[in-house]
């Protein structure tokens, strides 16, 4: 009971609200419960005044079917699980728009599921998803280097990942090529004229930095020049060790006239370090940073030029292909989504679309 007052002050009690049945809807139509539910779902042969009056009386009652009920009798709840262990949502929110975005035809709603890096907080939602009877699952990270497979308990659950990869052979894999990235970053640096190419970027051990790396070094060489070991450092994915090591380079080599950056991130710590030595960007100096983060990149002075790994088209695919799994198509494999490349005013130059071609042998988007 939830208590109040009346006019004169005094306490009554008030009787909570309850949620109105089909059994409420069926006396207030004086129908059969079974009228009631061919008149909402409609279905079955029922006179027009009939499912009108049904229809009145539902929305009197403010009445809301058990959807989950009915899911199940139909084999499908229309919910997928999205598990992420970015936990700033950096990559995990484009993802997830791309991913609504395709399953919003279908009607499909989206559990988004923050595990962090806590293995049993992971399998605690993985549970609680497989209890929802949820359609399908899709493993996000905030990197991209490969990790053990969800463990599904053999319920047969659609899974695949995206902006991640699993050890799986047999599992579906959706990733930006960083590889193409580093090319496209290379080539639009070369394009402006630059040839003493740094390199500055975030942890060896991650994957898409290595690739990223791979992808300059390769358009380097194919016009036969190279960037030496000591013009490229890597260091943690802040502003500050951007900056840091922005001064390590003009300190060995004076003569850099051009700076890729593994995030848009690092690109703003350069970008402050050549201002404190007076150098200028672009004119000097050429940045360009990777992720596209425009909060970052647009706001930064002068704005980065930068390569977008086209998240939330990479969270489309994702849902369309999560369609397919739980249609019974099958996929598998590792997917490769090229880059873009976004101009601004850190690089100068007017050649905005060097092009590039993927490498990857599977991408096929």
């Keep these: 009971m939830v208590h109040t007052a009346n006019s004169e002050g005094e306490r009554c009690l008030v009787p909570p609200r309850r949620t109105a049945t089909i059994h409420d809807v069926a006396r207030a139509a004086g129908v059969a419960i079974g009228t009631v539910s061919k008149a909402l779902s409609g279905q079955g042969k029922l006179r027009a005044e009939t499912r009108q009056r049904v229809l009145v009386a539902a929305e009197r009652l403010n009445y809301r079917p058990n959807d989950l009920a009915h899911s199940l009798r ?10 992420t262990n970015d936990l700033h949502g950096r990559f995990s929110m484009p993802l997830l728009a791309g991913i609504e975005d395709a399953l919003g ?32 699952l899709i493993v996000a990270g905030a990197r991209t280097d490969a990790r053990p ?20 052979p047999r599992a579906l894999c959706l990733v930006p090529d960083n590889l193409h990235g580093g090319q496209l970053a290379t080539a639009h640096l070369l394009a402006a004229g630059r040839r003493r190419v740094a390199h500055v ?26 960037c030496p070991t000591e013009r490229i450092l890597h260091g943690s994915w802040t502003e500050s060790w951007g900056r840091e090591a922005t001064l390590r380079l003009l300190e060995a080599d004076p003569a ?11 690109a703003r710590g350069t970008v402050d370090a050549l201002r404190e030595r007076g150098r200028h960007v672009p ?27 086209r998240l939330e088209t990479l969270g489309r695919l994702a849902g369309g292909y999560l369609l397919d799994l739980i249609d019974g198509q099958d996929h598998s494999g590792i997917l490769y ?29």
Excluded at 257 to 266: N, R, V, Y
Excluded at 288 to 298: C, E, H, K
Excluded at 342 to 361: Q, Y
Aim: aromatic share 6%.
């Design 201 to 226: 970027t975030g942890p060896e051990d991650f994957e898409g930095v290595r690739a990223r790396q791979a992808g300059m070094e390769a358009t380097l060489a194919a016009h036969e020049l190279d």
């Design 105 to 136: 035809d279908a009607q499909i709603s989206v559990f988004l599921c923050n595990v962090g890096r806590n293995p049993s907080r992971e399998r605690q939602h993985v549970e609680s998803l497989l209890a929802k009877r949820v359609d399908g």
């Design 149 to 168: 497979p969800v463990d599904l308990d053999h319920t047969g659950t659609p899974v695949l990942y995206a902006f991640a990869r699993t050890t799986d």
């Design 283 to 309: 004119d000097d100096v050429a940045v360009i940073g990777f992720d596209n983060w425009p909060i970052i990149a647009a706001a930064a002075r002068p704005p980065l030029s930068s390569i977008d790994m």
């Design 256 to 266: 850099i006239d051009a700076i890729f950056c593994g995030s848009d991130l690092l």
């Design 337 to 365: 989504q090229p880059c873009q490349l976004v101009c601004r005013a850190s690089c100068g130059g007017t050649n905005c679309t060097p092009h590039v071609e993927s490498t990857e042998e599977l991408v096929h988007w």
């Design 74 to 83: 139909r084999g499908r709840t229309f919910t997928v699980g999205l598990l």
